[in-house]
Nanobody, 123 residues
Framework: QVQLVESGGGLVQAGGSLRLSCAAS????????VAWFHQAPGKEREFVAG????????WYDDSMKGRFIIFRDNTKNTVALQMSSLKHEDTAVYYC????????????????WGQGTKVTVSS
């Protein structure tokens, strides 16, 4: 079993930056894909960025690429999401998730989920 806990959300002005962190306990991330999703009010949960824990390869939603960076900290067993140039439309609850696959983009490919951390971008 894997427990994921997100942190780092909060209120930020448009154009600002924020770093989210996802800490794993129980089984480690192993070699599987770990990703961030976000869900705005009234909308479906959407993929933001993913990383393969073993190889470190990353992939992004096109709208986030260049503004968001996903990276891992092996010593702390965490995956972080550095968000820059934030826009009002980035306002959402951000979730960390782990897949049983090495690469995944769809929410239904992810098995373990955190409780989410809320990000609000003021315009």
């Amino acid at each position: 079993q894997v427990q994921l806990v997100e942190s780092g959300g909060g209120l930020v002005q448009a154009g600002g930056s924020l770093r989210l962190s996802c800490a794993a306990s129980g089984r480690t991330f192993s070699g599987y894909a770990v990703a961030w999703f976000h869900q705005a009010p009234g909308k479906e949960r959407e993929f933001v960025a993913g990383i393969n824990w073993s190889g470190g390869s990353t992939w992004y939603d096109d709208s986030m690429k260049g503004r968001f960076i996903i990276f891992r900290d092996n010593t702390k067993n965490t995956v972080a999401l550095q968000m820059s140039s934030l826009k009002h439309e980035d306002t959402a609850v951000y979730y960390c998730a782990q897949s049983s696959r090495y690469f995944a983009r769809r929410a239904d490919e992810y098995v373990y989920w955190g409780q989410g951390t809320k990000v609000t971008v003021s315009s």
